[in-house]
């Protein structure tokens, strides 16, 4: 399964950049005017796509392979508490990866607010939650986890972080998915997965949302930017910003991973994800987690984040 689902990783990689070119080209020909919210869709159909063909090719059976087993209602509750604890982490980590690589979300993020709010949920969270829960969570890790669910984790976490094609999401994206797996695993259902994505992905929409509905709530964002723009000049205050917010980040942290144990416990399976990642990285079926294909792919994704980075 290694071996088979690290050839459809470059596949994956490649497709996406040459079917966001031809949407690119078409548009460009067409002249069509594409809203904001159009591209997104297409972003996410861009995504699902290639796994569908995958899925068609090898006659996977989606629901025998992947957990989609029914969540309790208390679980789902617990699932969404572990996404909105884990925003400061993502927060910390965005902002330590700020200090040298451009943040591509936080402008286009900005240009929803025109949008109703439910659509703006549906395009941010409710969409990538679905459609990302169901690529990188699905069939890369499921795909991994038979020969160990640590690396499976990690690597379906790396490549999930390597798809945004920009260092500034590769890095809290690759820790969010590492997570994310976990969460699985905790649970035995896919559904948590999705809904802790939701809660980490919906902050944003919701905190604008409620900004917007304060009196003069476009001038605060106005003025959020510049104090956040001044601010980057002075290195102590740089310094006390990071600090502040990594505390914020571990105390909320260890509120995840008290969350976490809660609902691993409650799923008879704490014992067990003890017992798999003590083994750490060693492969337990006898196939290699790495080969050629993923390592060309992440040197040649980490070769082209650089390349736009900072050439």
């Not at 604890?85 to 965005?94: D, E, G, H, R």
């Not at 286009?108 to 659509?119: D, G, K, R, T």
Request: charged share 10%.
């Amino acid at each position: 399964m290694c071996k088979r689902i690290n050839r459809f990783i470059p596949v994956l990689f490649v497709s996406s950049i040459v079917l966001t070119i031809l949407a690119g080209a078409v548009i460009a020909v067409t002249g069509v005017n594409i809203p904001l919210w159009g591209s997104y869709l297409i972003s996410q159909a861009i995504v699902l796509l290639p796994a569908l063909v995958y899925v068609a090719v090898h006659k996977i059976n989606i629901i025998a392979c992947m957990p989609y087993r029914k969540l309790r209602i208390s679980d789902g509750l617990l699932s969404l508490l572990i996404g909105y604890t884990l925003i400061p982490l993502m927060l910390f980590i965005n902002s330590v990866s700020g200090l040298f690589s451009t943040n591509y979300v936080q402008g286009s993020v900005q240009e929803l607010v025109a949008y109703p709010f439910w659509l703006q949920l549906l395009i941010i969270a409710v969409l990538p939650a679905c459609v990302e829960e169901f690529v990188f969570r699905g069939l890369i890790y499921h795909s991994y986890r038979k020969n160990g669910i640590l690396g499976a984790a990690v690597l379906s976490g790396l490549v999930f972080g390597l798809m945004h094609l920009n260092i500034n999401q590769l890095s809290y994206a690759a820790v969010m998915g590492i997570i994310f797996a976990l969460l699985v695993e905790a649970t035995g259902s896919m559904y948590s997965s999705m809904l802790a994505h939701f809660a980490a992905n919906s902050y944003s929409v919701i905190l604008m949302q409620l900004v917007s509905m304060t009196s003069g709530g476009s001038e605060l964002l106005e003025q959020s930017a510049r104090a956040a723009e001044s601010s980057m000049n002075s290195v102590p205050v740089i310094i006390a910003q990071l600090v502040m917010l990594g505390l914020v980040a571990a105390g909320f942290l260890g509120i995840a991973y008290l969350l976490f144990k809660k609902i691993a416990v409650r799923n008879g399976r704490w014992e067990y994800l003890k017992e798999q990642l003590h083994k750490g990285f060693k492969p337990q079926n006898g196939e290699r987690f790495i080969t050629p294909p993923l390592i060309a792919t992440v040197a040649a994704a980490l070769a082209y984040m650089l390349y736009i980075e900072f050439i």
